[in-house]
């Protein structure tokens, strides 16, 4: 049992790493968590989302449970449904913080796909400063 839920848009297929207590640290030089394999207890399939806390099964590391109170879990990656909203595309998905942005091995998982935006996305229309000076006499 672990307390994230549908309210963090997790569901059925969902995997966690579940991370010996302390053992999770804040990276030091770049953006995200960091753990030593060796603290890794086993991983968590979810098989029943409820809205605030999610059950599933649990494949340990080792003969032994060690898996405690107060272990921490890491999402590890999303089933794959077929409709991956990408970042960018105006989904509620594109927003929450919970999400991977990469897999076990750094691969990014959103789409590669560069949205650019011009100025007149914006609404803005630029011109040279030259041109609005004289436009702006006259």
Do not use: C, H, W
Request: aromatic share 4%.
């Amino acid at each position: 049992l672990i307390d994230v839920g549908r309210s963090e848009m997790i569901k059925k297929g969902a995997v966690f790493n579940i991370v010996r207590k302390g053992g999770m640290r804040t990276a030091d030089n770049e953006i995200g968590l960091t753990y030593l394999d060796s603290d890794i207890l086993g991983t968590l399939t979810v098989t029943d989302a409820g809205e605030e806390v999610s059950q599933g099964t649990l494949a340990k590391n080792g003969f032994y449970d060690r898996v405690n109170t107060d272990d921490e879990v890491v999402l590890v990656s999303m089933p794959k449904d077929g409709v991956v909203p990408a970042a960018g595309q105006g989904t509620a998905a594109a927003v929450v913080d919970n999400a991977p942005a990469a897999d076990e091995k750094g691969t990014a998982v959103a789409g590669s796909a560069a949205v650019k935006i011009t100025a007149e996305d914006l609404g803005t229309r630029r011109m040279p400063a030259f041109i609005e000076l004289i436009r702006s006499i006259y």
